[in-house]
Every structure is written in structure tokens, then in C-alpha cells.
């Protein structure tokens, strides 16, 4: 009788753990998902794709999963909304492994690490943590960069 119940014990460990593994893998999805309709999407950034522009870039480094990313998220739209095309915003999501190379480029130690870029692609500014809107415009200002009215 002993040995059915520690058999019956583990099948229940057993699938509790299971349940936890694919509850934070349909979670992550949904993240995603929802990230994925808003008008600023985690995506792939190479620097060497906009090295012919013009436009100063707000990069943010962080992940889908970042409490402070997602609380960052409608501070971004605003800005994003009141500058226009004037700046490029990106979020690149550091915890993919394509964006490795950026995340040690730019020692992040911690998410969300704003990079702001001016024309030339040279760094303006760094920042680590959450940032308030009049903070990010303070350093597009002292890039010439004004909003739209």
C-alpha cells in the first residue's frame, strides 16, 4: 500500500510541475502577442541598417517580460506619438538569442537600458530603469529634435 502511495505522490509532483512549465509558456506567448499589436514591437536590431539615416534612435533594451519594460510601455507610445517620424524608437528584447551581441555592446545590467542615438549613431545618453517622458525629451532636445504640435 506504501508504494502506491509514493507512486501517486510523485504523478501528482509530476504533473504539478508540468502544469507550471506550460502555463509560463502560453504566458510568454500571450506577452508576445499583445506586444505584437501595439504600435512599438520588440524587434531584431541591427545598427548597421540605419547607419544611413538621419534620425536620432531612442533604443530600449529590455525583454517582454520585464515588469518595468511593460510599465515603460505607454510612456513609449506617447513619445513615439508626439515626436512622429522625427525619432525612431525600438524595443529590442535582450533575453532573444539574436540580440545577444547588442546586450554585451552595451554592457546592460539592467533592464530596461535606454541608448539614445543622434543622427550619427553615436551615443548621446544611457540610462538604466524606468525613465520619465520629460527625461527622454530633455535629451531629443539637446539633439535639436523637437516635438510635433
Not at 31 to 47: S, T, V
Not at 75 to 81: A, G, R, S, T, Y
Not at 133 to 142: R, Y
Amino acid at each position: 500500500m506504501k508504494r502506491w502511495i509514493k507512486l501517486l505522490i510523485v504523478l501528482v509532483i509530476a504533473l504539478a510541475l508540468f502544469g507550471v512549465y506550460y502555463a509560463k509558456g502560453s504566458n510568454k506567448n500571450n506577452i508576445k502577442d499583445k506586444d505584437e499589436k501595439k504600435g512599438i514591437a520588440f524587434e531584431r536590431y541591427n545598427p548597421d541598417d540605419d547607419k544611413d539615416s538621419d534620425i536620432p534612435i531612442l533604443l530600449e533594451l529590455g525583454s517582454p517580460t520585464c515588469p518595468a519594460c511593460r510599465r515603460m510601455e505607454p510612456i513609449l507610445e506617447e513619445f513615439h506619438n508626439k515626436y512622429g517620424d522625427k525619432v525612431k524608437v525600438k524595443k529590442v528584447n535582450i533575453e532573444s538569442p539574436e540580440n545577444n551581441d547588442l546586450a554585451q555592446r552595451y554592457k546592460v545590467r539592467l533592464m530596461p537600458t535606454f541608448i539614445f542615438l543622434d543622427k550619427d549613431k553615436k551615443i548621446k545618453g544611457r540610462y538604466e530603469g524606468m525613465l520619465p517622458i520629460e527625461d527622454i525629451e530633455k535629451v531629443f532636445n539637446s539633439m535639436g529634435v523637437v516635438a510635433d504640435e
